[in-house]
């Protein structure tokens, strides 16, 4: 409530300080405007950004902090025998805290201290709030009149609010990156948490997967095993076929849209692959489990084949779809990239069209239609929903597509649904197998736009 | 006088077979084109048709009507399970032992004492008096009514018994049950009971983080497009930005629900669920979409706008805000819609960070627990029950349309503003 507040007073005192600067700029020289050094807006901006700058930076600092500060001073005021224990301990501790302090029930009787500690925890962070917007305020405030007392007619507003304006751009464009690292960080992060109980090598080469672990040292089945094998046998299994079926006909397509269809038919097609690349993917893994896996096993059946009701075949065929459009628009691409030239050149000899795409035309795109299958095969790799929906759970290792076969996304997805322990190693796992599915895509991708750019600039 | 002949060798057998067979190629590799567009196309098609084909029917629900006798005593008890069920067996005259009227009750779906609550609630003059209501049925009489579950069937096979059809029966002849259009659906948060289960609670989660993901991802992805773009130095730190957001692109999403698991959820202990977190998360996701869509829209600006901004003194941030970027601004948009379309799709990143929560109220905030409607699809996808299919294929149907509303406005803007130089 309070943080709404201080918002809401924060933007009225960046428009006042806007009008206020301006006016007083225009006021300086005595409406001679061309006296100023810059013009009167950039003299309300500069008030504006005074007033509304150092106030908003307090506020994400001080939002970003809050939780962690108030929950270190409640715990710091609790009494040993609650405090001494292991992390594990203290986390289930913090979580009841918070849990008391919102209202959520626990299931258990909670121990006096703790709801002292959690009704200390709410006022700390009622006071804290408070603070903040009284300080926020203030700060705005004095920051206001500080720039407004700075406005003169020699004041080199325009420079210092381009600085600020450009340093905020850098920081946005830097967001990209910190992405990256926040990515890389916190696989590694945690993938090495997993690979101080499971052996690196036993995760990557092993070929048994059951990633339960006991509950308690006596129970049949104590240790699981983490061999990752299956799973990327799975996961290659189905990316074949996705991409048996992407391929030939994205490249096909593209083909017949590019050389062979009228303009007025293009119009048509255009759109139905944009609606085939549009459709989310939750939508295909249903039309896969409910619509594809069934015709797929009846087909089978009665064939006399006996086919998984999960079968590799069925999630693979509809991610293939998928990935139709993925293929034809950036072979499409690629396609109209190949100069105009090489085409006239191949008719000029008497080459029938078909000629011309097969021995002139596909050659010479066919860095970029590599690059194209390589970023589909990504593609393929990392997608989720189709195969949580339509693959198996199971760990098999076979090459039948027949077979119900799971997947490393499916892995992932599953492991970390629901409520987990953070530091099983049932769930650290699913980070194991995020760094090995991002260091796989990230090459792939790099690679692949590698060859683009220095394909695309053999012809420009 | 005659004249010899002689067939060139342009016109020899073996030419004409070689032209043929060459004809034959092209025809080949024509069909292979027409055929790869046409099995896209029918796929297309099969996907729509199998989910329009499944879901049509869930739009409607059957109701059944009842003559409930409110009883004073019994609405001061709150007892309206009981009042409900007296209606029901006053239209069923033909049960009477208490075997087949418990069976009857199940005919009912277990919220119509509920909706017969809020009605006194809303009303509480009609207390004492008889008034005729329709309540919804369960979902099991509803599949009945729609033609799912077929009469013909052996008994033990059914998930009807005779009893409760005869019962049926007994309702259509009477004009007891009607066929009406489903706003549950619309109204409703989710619900273990198909027939009380509605899309609403998903549908405000979805906008809830939405909201979160545009007000971070658009602002901050107009900036860094327009930092590359214009303002950046050509050299190894700007390089390496780019290459990193075109990568950043084609990252699965999966990964990015780890992170915001792992930076979100565990180091900054943001709340499980909340569409704060999901926001965050989408909003990471979608800014190399926005990033990228608008580099090409400015870039699309021709340089002598530039030129002559800065020819009559303008600074490169005026030249930018006041001519580049309000000329570039439909193209930004509609590279922003099209992002924010695929972020309203995204499901993966969302189970990461456990959006994926039986939650039957409706969100009211940014950290409370909320589904999305991809999520809220894949949780019912899972459901065993024949009307959740149903109703799974009319999720995916609100989904869709949606989504033909962000493109179809996206593609309205291009057509409207798109400009030639």
């Known amino acids: ?11 009225l005192l960046t428009v006042i300080g806007y009008q206020m600067g301006r006016s007083r700029a225009v006021a300086s020289v005595g409406g001679r405007i061309v006296e100023l050094h810059s013009v009167p807006s950039y003299h309300g901006f500069y008030v504006a950004l005074w007033a509304g700058l150092p106030a908003l930076l307090l506020f994400a600092f001080w939002g970003a902090s809050e939780g962690w500060l108030v929950m270190q001073m409640v715990l710091s005021g609790l009494p040993d025998r609650l405090v001494n224990g292991d992390a594990q301990a ?10 008391l302090a919102h209202g959520v029930a626990t299931g258990r009787e909670p121990d006096p201290e703790v709801v002292a500690a959690a009704e200390r925890y709410l006022r700390l962070h009622a006071l804290g709030d408070w603070s903040l917007l009284v300080i926020g305020c203030c700060i705005a405030i004095g920051g206001l009149l500080y720039a407004r007392g700075r406005i003169d007619p020699d004041l080199r507003a325009r420079n210092r609010v381009e600085r600020t304006v450009n340093i905020a751009l850098v920081i946005c464009s830097l967001v990209a990156i910190l992405t990256t690292i926040g990515i890389v960080l916190s696989l590694l992060f945690e993938a090495i948490r997993f690979f101080a109980v499971v052996n690196p090598l036993d995760f990557l080469f092993g070929t048994h997967w059951s990633p339960q672990m006991a509950m308690r040292a006596d129970q049949v089945g104590s240790s699981g095993s983490f061999g990752a094998i299956p799973l990327f046998a799975g996961t290659l299994l189905i990316t074949g076929i996705a991409m048996a079926v992407a391929v030939p006909v994205g490249l096909m397509a593209a083909i017949f849209m590019s050389e062979y269809a009228s303009p007025g038919l293009r119009t048509w097609l255009k759109p139905i692959l944009e609606v085939l690349a549009g459709i989310p993917t939750v939508v295909y893994g249903f039309f896969a489990a409910l619509t594809m896996a069934p015709f797929v096993r009846d087909l089978g059946n009665s064939l006399g084949l006996s086919v998984s009701s999960e079968s590799a075949l069925a999630a693979g065929f509809v991610m293939g779809v998928m990935i139709i459009p993925f293929v034809s628009s950036l072979s499409d691409d690629v396609i109209n990239a190949v100069p105009q030239s090489l085409r006239d050149g191949s008719y000029g000899l008497g080459a029938t069209k078909s000629e011309t795409i097969r021995l002139v035309v596909l050659p010479a795109a066919l860095p970029g239609i590599v690059a194209a299958i390589m970023l589909a095969v990504s593609r393929a790799i990392g997608e989720t929903m189709i195969v949580t929906m339509a693959a198996g759970l199971t760990a098999n290792l076979t090459a039948n597509p027949l077979d119900a076969v799971t997947t490393v996304t499916t892995q992932i997805a599953t492991l970390l649904v629901g409520d987990q322990e953070f530091d099983s190693p049932k769930t650290l796992s699913a980070f194991g197998l995020g760094l090995v599915l991002f260091v796989v895509t990230l090459t792939l991708n790099m690679v692949a736009l590698r060859v683009v750019q220095k394909y695309r600039e053999k012809y420009d | 006088m005659s004249v010899a002949v002689t067939k060139s060798r342009y016109q020899s057998e073996e030419f004409s077979a070689r032209l043929r067979r060459r004809y034959a190629a092209e025809r080949r590799f024509r069909i292979a084109g027409m055929l790869a567009v046409g099995i896209a196309s029918l796929m297309l098609v099969v996907l729509l048709g199998s989910i329009v084909s499944k879901g049509y029917t869930a739009f409607w629900q059957a109701q059944i009507r009842l003559e409930v006798t409110l009883d004073k005593q019994q609405v001061e008890e709150r007892n309206y399970t009981a009042l409900v069920r007296q209606a029901l067996y006053a239209q069923v005259p033909a049960a009477t032992d208490r075997a087949t009227r418990r069976l009857l009750n199940d005919l009912l779906s277990s919220g119509a004492p509920y909706e017969l609550e809020a009605m006194v609630n809303a009303n509480p003059s009609i207390v004492g008096t008889t008034q005729t209501v329709w309540v919804r049925a369960d979902d099991e009489i509803d599949q009945f009514m729609k033609g799912f579950i077929r009469r013909d069937v052996p008994e033990a ?37 198909p027939e009380q289960a509605g899309i609403l609670g998903a549908v405000v989660g979805s906008a809830l983080t939405l909201v979160v993901t545009m007000l971070l991802s658009v602002p901050i992805g107009i900036a860094a497009a327009v930092y590359l773009e214009e303002f950046a130095p050509k050299n190894r730190w700007t390089d390496l930005i780019e290459v990193n957001i075109n990568n950043l692109a084609a990252v699965p999403s999966i990964i990015f629900g780890l992170l915001g698991l792992a930076v979100f959820l565990g180091f900054f202990g943001l709340p499980r669920s909340a569409p704060l977190v999901g926001g965050l998360v989408m909003a990471l996701m979608t800014l190399p979409v926005i990033i990228i869509a608008s580099r090409v829209a400015l870039k699309a600006v021709p340089p002598s706008i530039r030129e002559a901004a800065l020819g009559v003194g303008a600074s490169p941030l005026q030249t930018v805000t006041h001519h580049v970027l309000p000329l570039a601004l439909p193209g930004i948009l509609t590279g922003t819609i099209i992002g924010m379309a695929r972020a309203l799709g995204e499901t993966a990143p969302l189970l990461m960070i456990g959006m994926v929560a039986f939650i039957v109220d409706i969100p009211g905030g940014l950290t409370d627990s909320a589904t999305a409607i991809p999520v809220q699809i894949y949780m019912w996808a899972d459901s065993p029950e024949r009307a959740f299919t149903e109703r799974t294929s009319a999720a995916i149907l609100i989904l869709l349309a949606f989504l033909i509303l962000m493109n179809g406005l996206a593609v309205f803007l291009r057509k409207k503003f798109e400009r030639r130089w």
């Open chain 1, 1 to 11: 409530m309070q943080l709404t507040v201080l918002l809401i007073i924060l933007a």
């Open chain 1, 90 to 99: 203290l986390g289930l501790l913090r979580a009841d805290i918070l849990n």
């Open chain 2, 157 to 193: 096979e059914r998930r009807l018994s005779d009893v409760k059809i005869a019962a049926i029966d007994a309702l259509v002849a009477k004009g007891s049950i009607r066929s009406t259009f489903n706003t549950t659906l619309f109204t409703a948060g989710d619900s273990r009971e």
